[in-house]
C-alpha cells in the first residue's frame, strides 16, 4: 500500500529536537510524530512536560505502532550506529549533521540504505536559506563575471547549557567547531562550486577539540577560500564573494541582507528576495523534501555525495593540521 | 612563547614555572571553577606538563576552551557532594576556583560556604597532599594609606562577597589548626589579563559607553597582578608544605595609579576614558548632573526614581534612557534648555560619571598591597609589569574582537 505521509520517530532529544522538530512535526498534518527516543530519563521528562501529547521512549526498541521514517538526532558519534540500525528495519532516515565521523562510515550508511531499498537523507539545512540559494544562482548566472574568491568568517562565542558532553568530547563529536559548524560551510562550498582541494588548514587544539580553524582551499576554475571558524568569539559571521565586477556580502545566517559593491564603487544595500520571515522555514522545507524523497521520489536539495564528500574533507583538514598561532595559544 | 607573533617578545611563562610545573608530573589534579578566568588559565599552563586534570564544570557548554586541552573535563554540583566524590579519587592537589558568582545573595553563599566545605571533606577523605583556595585582597577592606600586608586587620564591611571570602578563609582555617589540612589561601589584587572580565572587558564596555569624571591632583593606587604571575603563586604555594594554614597576598610586579590604568584602556575604546577637573569643577558639574532624577521624576510621573536608593551607575543609565526618550518628543528648543548642562556628554555621546561612596573610596585609597610573605615563604617571583600585561590583553582583546585576525 502507498504511504500517505510519513510516520516518524526522532531519535534523540537533544537541543535541535527540542527547538526545531518537534514544534514543526507536533500537530503537522502533513507528518504524524510517533515518538521521541530519548536515553536520558529527566531529558525525556522535561520534554513530556513541554510538549503536549508527546510520546517518549528511553529506546528505539519499545516503539510499539508503526514507523516509517526517522530522524536522526543523536550525538555524532552515533549517527552511523542508529542510523544503519533504522535503515536495515527498512526504515527510511534524516540524518543530522555530520553524517558520519568518517567516510567509511558514510559509505557504509549509503550503502545500507541502496540494500534496503529506503531512503538516505543528510540535515544540511543551509540550502534552504534563500540567501545561500541566490548566492548559488549569482554564481552560476555569472551576474557579475566569474567567481575569483570566497572569504567566510563564522564566530560566535559558544555558551549552549548543553545536557551532555557529546560537543566537547572527541570520540562522541569526532572534533569541534569545523565538524560542527564547518560541514555546514562545507556543504554551501560543494553546493556552490563542486568538491575543493584542500591547500591548508590550521586549528588551535592540542589534538582535542578545537574552537577555531582557518581553512583554505582552491577549485579547478582558479577559485580560491579561506574559511575561518570560532567558538571563543564573534567574527563579521559574512560570505564575502568576490567577482570579476564587484563584491557581494551576505549574512551567514538566514538574513535578508546583502551588499553589493560594484567595480565602479557603487555600493548597493538590499535585501534578498522571498525574505525569510519564519526562522523555521529552512527547516519546514528541508523535512518537506525528505517527505517528497520517500513518498514521491523526488530528488532533495541535500545530497548524500557532497555530505560524505565534506567529512572526507574534514577527514582529510584533522590529518593535514597545523598549529594555529593565536592570542590564546599560549605556549 | 606566549601567544602568537604578537606577542613574541613577552615573557616565557611555562620556562618561568618549569620548575614548579616538574612537581605536578604524574600527579592528579582537581580544578573546580575550572572554566572560569583563572581556573582556565591555571590549566592551560599545567596541561604543559604531564599530570592527569580533572577539570570540574558546572555547564559544558562554556568548556570550550577548555575542551582544547588533554585533560578531563567533569560536569557537577560543588553543592551536591555525592555528585563529584569519583572525582576526589586519588588526588593530589587541588585548586578551588569556584565561587558563588551569580544567583541570590543566598544561593551564593550557600556556594561559597557549603561548597567548600565539601571541597575540604573530599580532599580530607582521599588525602589530598594540598589543597588550594582562592579568596581576595578585598576581604582587608579600603584602608587609607601605606601597606597592606597579611597582617593588616579586616575592616568591617557590608559586602556580601567579601563576608563570603572571609567566611570561607575561617572555614579553611579551622580545618588546617583542627585537623592540619595542608591548605593555602590567596588573597590576590585585581586580577587582569586575557578573557579577565572585570579588569578587562567588563572595563572596555564601560569606557565605550562612560567615563569618568577625576579630580585633578587625587589618584589612588591600584593593586593589580597580572594572570599568569597569580598562577605562578597558586602553582608554586599549592606544592609547598611551609605554606599550609597560611593566607598570602598576591600582588603584581608593581602599584600603577588609576589614572594609568584607565589612560591604558584608551589605546583600545579610542576615547578619553576619565577628564580631570580642579575641586570646583567637579563640584559644579556634580551638582548639574544632579539636577537630572528630579526632572526625571516630573517627566516620568508614575516612575519613582528615588535618588537615595539608587545606586550611582545605575541612576545615571535610567536618566539617559529617559532625557534620549524625551528629546525624540521634544521640541528643539526646550531640548536645548533641558540638556544645556551636559553638552559635554552629549558631543561624545558618552556618560560622565562621578565617582561617589565606595566607588570613590576604591578608586582614590592610596594603600598598597603587598606579596613579600608569598615571596619569602615559597619564592613568588612577579614577573609582568603593568605595561607588558597590557599590552597582552591589548593584543588578545584585539583578537578577541576580531580586529586582528590574521594568522
Avoid at chain 2, 98 to 118: E, V
Avoid at chain 2, 335 to 349: A, M
Wanted: charged content about 25%; proline content about 2%.
Amino acid at each position: 500500500m502507498m504511504m500517505s505521509k510519513l510516520k516518524l520517530v526522532i531519535v534523540g532529544g537533544g537541543a535541535i529536537t527540542e527547538s526545531v522538530y518537534i514544534p514543526i512535526l507536533l500537530n503537522n498534518s502533513d507528518f504524524q510524530l510517533m515518538a521521541v527516543i530519548e536515553q536520558n530519563g529527566e531529558r525525556g521528562k522535561y520534554l513530556k512536560e513541554n510538549f503536549e501529547g508527546l510520546t517518549i521512549y528511553d529506546s528505539l526498541h519499545k516503539v510499539d505502532e508503526a514507523f516509517n521514517a526517522a530522524i536522526v538526532a543523536t550525538p555524532n558519534y552515533l549517527h552511523k550506529e542508529v542510523s544503519i540500525a533504522l535503515l536495515k528495519k527498512g526504515v527510511h532516515v534524516l540524518v543530522e549533521k555530520p553524517m558520519a565521523l568518517s567516510s567509511a562510515d558514510c559509505e557504509e550508511m549509503r550503502s545500507q540504505a541502496n540494500q534496503n531499498g529506503v531512503k538516505l537523507m543528510v540535515g544540511m539545512v543551509r540550502r534552504y536559506y534563500t540567501n545561500m540559494q541566490m548566492v548559488k544562482e549569482i554564481i552560476e548566472a555569472k551576474t557579475f563575471g566569474e567567481l575569483v574568491s570566497l572569504s567566510i568568517k563564522e564566530g560566535y562565542v559558544f555558551n549552549w547549557p548543553v545536557t551532555s558532553d557529546s560537543l566537547i568530547n572527541k570520540r562522541k563529536s569526532g572534533g569541534g567547531v569545523l565538524i560542527d559548524i564547518g560541514v555546514h560551510v562545507l556543504d554551501l562550498l560543494f553546493y556552490w562550486l563542486g568538491r575543493p582541494n584542500l591547500v591548508n588548514y590550521y586549528d588551535d587544539s592540542f589534538n582535542q577539540i578545537e574552537a577555531e580553524c582557518l581553512i583554505s582551499l582552491s577549485w579547478p576554475t582558479g577559485v580560491v577560500s579561506n574559511v575561518q571558524l570560532s567558538r571563543l568569539r564573534e567574527l563579521p559571521n559574512t560570505i564575502e564573494l568576490t567577482f570579476e565586477k564587484g563584491v557581494v556580502v551576505v549574512d551567514v545566517r538566514p538574513s535578508d541582507r546583502v551588499d553589493i559593491s560594484l567595480s565602479n564603487k557603487l555600493l548597493i544595500n538590499g535585501k534578498v528576495a522571498k525574505p525569510v520571515t519564519d526562522k523555521m522555514k529552512p527547516f519546514k522545507k528541508q523535512l518537506q523534501e525528505f517527505s517528497e524523497l520517500v513518498l514521491k521520489g523526488r530528488v532533495a536539495r541535500t545530497s548524500i555525495r557532497d555530505a560524505e564528500e565534506g567529512i572526507t574533507l574534514i577527514q582529510n583538514c584533522y590529518d593535514r593540521r597545523k598549529n594555529l598561532s593565536e592570542m590564546y595559544q599560549y605556549y | 612563547m606566549i601567544g602568537g607573533k604578537t606577542c613574541q617578545k613577552c615573557i616565557n611563562i611555562i620556562k618561568i614555572v618549569k620548575e614548579v610545573l616538574e612537581k605536578f608530573k604524574g600527579k592528579i589534579i582537581v580544578v573546580t571553577g575550572a572554566n572560569g578566568f583563572i581556573g582556565c588559565r591555571l590549566i592551560e599552563l599545567l596541561s604543559a606538563t604531564n599530570c592527569e586534570i580533572r577539570a570540574l564544570v558546572r555547564n559544558f557548554g562554556s568548556s570550550i576552551r577548555l575542551a582544547r586541552l588533554p585533560i578531563s573535563i567533569v560536569q557537577g554540583d560543588i553543592l551536591d557532594k555525592e555528585s563529584i566524590r569519583e572525582y576526589f579519587k586519588g588526588v593530589d592537589y587541588v585548586f578551588h576556583c569556584a565561587y558563588g558568582s551569580s544567583g541570590s545573595s543566598q544561593m551564593r553563599r550557600k556556594i561559597d560556604i557549603d561548597g567548600t566545605r565539601n571541597v575540604i571533606e573530599l580532599s580530607k577523605e582521599f588525602n589530598c597532599k594540598g589543597l588550594l583556595f582562592l579568596s581576595t585582597i578585598s576581604v582587608y577592606g579600603l584602608h587609607g594609606v601605606g601597606e597592606v600586608t597579611e597582617e593588616t586587620p579586616y575592616l568591617k564591611s557590608s559586602d556580601d562577597y567579601v563576608l563570603n571570602k572571609r567566611a570561607v578563609e575561617q572555614l579553611v582555617t579551622e580545618h588546617y589548626l583542627s585537623s592540619q589540612l595542608p591548605a593555602v589561601i590567596l588573597q590576590p589584587t585585581g586580577v587582569y589579563g586575557p578573557w579577565a572580565k572585570s579588569y578587562g572587558l567588563k572595563q572596555i564596555k564601560y569606557f565605550k559607553l562612560k567615563y569618568y569624571a577625576l579630580e585633578k591632583g587625587v589618584d589612588g593606587i591600584a593593586n593589580l597582578v597580572y594572570v599568569d604571575d597569580l598562577v605562578q603563586a597558586m602553582l608554586k604555594s599549592v606544592v609547598n608544605t611551609n605554606a599550609y594554614g597560611n593566607k598570602y597576598i598576591i600582588s603584581g610586579l608593581e602599584h600603577i595609579e588609576w589614572k594609568e590604568f584607565f589612560s591604558a584602556f584608551e589605546s583600545i575604546t579610542g576615547n578619553r576614558n576619565y577628564v580631570e577637573y580642579s575641586g570646583d569643577e567637579l563640584s559644579k558639574f556634580y551638582k548639574m548632573d544632579q539636577r537630572r532624577p528630579s526632572f526625571l521624576k516630573a517627566l516620568l510621573g508614575s516612575l519613582t526614581v528615588k535618588k537615595k536608593e539608587i545606586k550611582n551607575l545605575r541612576k545615571y543609565v535610567i536618566i539617559d534612557f529617559a532625557i534620549n526618550l524625551f528629546s525624540r518628543f521634544s521640541s528643539k528648543k526646550l531640548k536645548k534648555n533641558l540638556l544645556s548642562h551636559s553638552v559635554e556628554e552629549r558631543s561624545s555621546n558618552r556618560n560622565r560619571v562621578f565617582l561617589e561612596g565606595e566607588i570613590r573610596q576604591f578608586y582614590t585609597t592610596r594603600s598598597a598591597a603587598l606579596s613579600r610573605k608569598a615571596t619569602k615563604d615559597f619564592g613568588y617571583d612577579p614577573k609582568f609589569g603593568f605595561k607588558q600585561g597590557f599590552e597582552i590583553l591589548k593584543n588578545w582583546y584585539y583578537w578577541f574582537s576580531g580586529q586582528n585576525s590574521e594568522r
